[in-house]
């Protein structure tokens, strides 16, 4: 099988001289998943001013042990007024911390009769204060470019009054189905056909990996219509995506059209699933090419095709170096298994215990047996020609999104 490319010979074809996508502004309420084209600078600090971290009374550290009179109530969105020295005032978390004041006592240890209060002794300055600019300094990079906007960046960027973001658009990928047995849901089935796997879960994949499916296609298996689909799917996309019709059969003709309009960089790869998988470019105009990556028809080979290429190829037109990798975790293989010339990729289950974390493989690995991709949450990475008994250490790329 020295014909077979290797995985990292594939990988950096499919990333040499990738285009970093265009620019746009979009609200934040809509920025959810996209990735930041800039660094964001702090214009404040967060928390804006010092305030509580609890419910309870805030005084001078210096005043700690004895009776106080209660001089104010500061509710959280009031403003303090500055504390006289000998007294403290009644607080609640999230409350301005008045001018004078250096502590918080939490209210359960506190003793109150009237007007006053009785503060514990030993109180150590700055106890439950919540300094001003602890989270975020002004003039800081709040987030770096590329990063992807998630629930947590999403926060931040609220933390500062911020409405409008500047992301990446969505690179445009064309979703082309070959195969003239291949149907759409919502039509009886015919002896031999079967309906589309692959479109609802590349779609899924590729939004996921930050991507907008402007259009999907179904392509017959001739190499006219072929040739016709992929060049109008081009010219709409940065990233045409094929799925079956990449293989060696009479009937595979998506290899031959693209050699023809476009340009082959890699075919046929020592992986498992995955093996005719093709890598090239198509002319998208005159003068800028679409990317082209065509998935073999079975839908896990389609499916770890996505993960190990769609996903660090959309990462590198995004500008997203989270995208660009797979996080790799060292697992025990719950099971045994032997390789040929091609690395294959497992779907496993992860078991995550006190002594280590166990990788249970899916029993049918074929590539035609969707359901092992349904619960995966990694792929076991079990080298070309290995034995690898129960027990022995494998490494395994976590499906982190
Ligand atoms: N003589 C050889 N035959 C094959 C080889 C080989 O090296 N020599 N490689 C095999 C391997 S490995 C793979 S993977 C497949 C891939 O072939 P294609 O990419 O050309 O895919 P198709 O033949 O079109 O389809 C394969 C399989 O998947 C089903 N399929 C296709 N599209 C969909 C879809 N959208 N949803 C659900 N299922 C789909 C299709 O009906 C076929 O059963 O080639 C081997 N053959
Ligand atoms: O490479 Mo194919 O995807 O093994 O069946």
Not at 40 to 50: E, G, K, M, S, Y
Not at 231 to 258: I, N, P, Q, R, Y
Request: with cysteine; aromatic share 4%; hydrophobic share 45%.
């Amino acid at each position: 099988m020295g014909d077979l490319q290797p995985i990292s010979a594939a990988l950096e074809a499919l990333l040499v001289d990738v285009s970093v996508i265009g620019v746009e502004s979009v609200p934040l309420e809509a920025a959810a998943g996209r990735v930041l084209a800039e660094a964001v600078t702090a214009q404040l600090d967060v928390p804006p001013f010092d305030n509580s971290a609890m419910d309870g009374y805030v005084l001078r550290a210096a005043d700690a042990g004895q009776w106080l009179p209660v001089s104010q109530r500061i509710a959280a969105g009031t403003q303090a007024k500055a504390l006289a020295p000998g007294s403290c005032a009644r607080i609640f978390t999230g409350g301005e911390i008045p001018t004078g004041a250096d502590c918080v006592v939490m209210q359960e240890r506190v003793q109150v009769d009237g007007d006053r209060a009785l503060m514990p002794a030993d109180i150590p300055t700055g106890d439950n204060v919540r300094r001003q600019g602890r989270d975020v300094r002004q003039g800081s990079i709040l987030l770096d470019a590329g990063e992807r906007l998630e629930a947590a960046a999403l926060g931040h960027l609220a933390g500062q009054g911020i409405t409008q973001v500047s992301v990446r658009r969505r690179p445009r990928v064309a979703l082309l189905s070959t195969g003239d047995e291949i149907i759409e849901p919502g039509t009886p089935l015919k002896p031999g056909q079967l309906y589309n796997s692959n479109r609802p879960m590349l779609r899924r994949l590729l939004e996921n990996f930050g991507a907008e499916v402007v259009s999907t296609v179904s392509v017959p298996d001739d190499y006219a219509r072929t040739v016709a689909l992929l060049t109008a799917a081009a010219a709409e996309a940065d990233l045409v995506v094929t799925t079956g019709g990449v293989s060696v059969g009479e009937e595979d003709h998506v290899k031959a059209a693209l050699e023809a309009i476009g340009q082959l960089d890699m075919w046929k790869l020592a992986i498992r699933p995955g093996k005719p998988l093709a890598l090239g470019r198509l002319p998208r105009n005159d003068v800028s090419q679409a990317r082209f990556v065509g998935l073999p028809g079975n839908p896990v080979s389609g499916f770890v095709g996505a993960w190990l290429f769609l996903r660090p190829l959309l990462g590198a037109m995004l500008g997203c170096p989270a995208l660009t990798s797979l996080p790799a975790v060292t697992a025990k293989a719950g099971f045994a298994t032997s390789t040929g010339p091609r690395e294959h990729y497992m779907r496993v289950t992860l078991e995550f215990t006190p002594s280590g974390v166990t990788a249970t493989a899916f029993e049918d690995q074929n590539s035609g047996v969707l359901s092992s991709c349904i619960n995966a949450d990694a792929f076991a990475v079990i080298p070309a020609n290995s034995d690898i008994a129960e027990g022995d250490a494998i490494s395994c790329l976590w499906l982190a999104c």
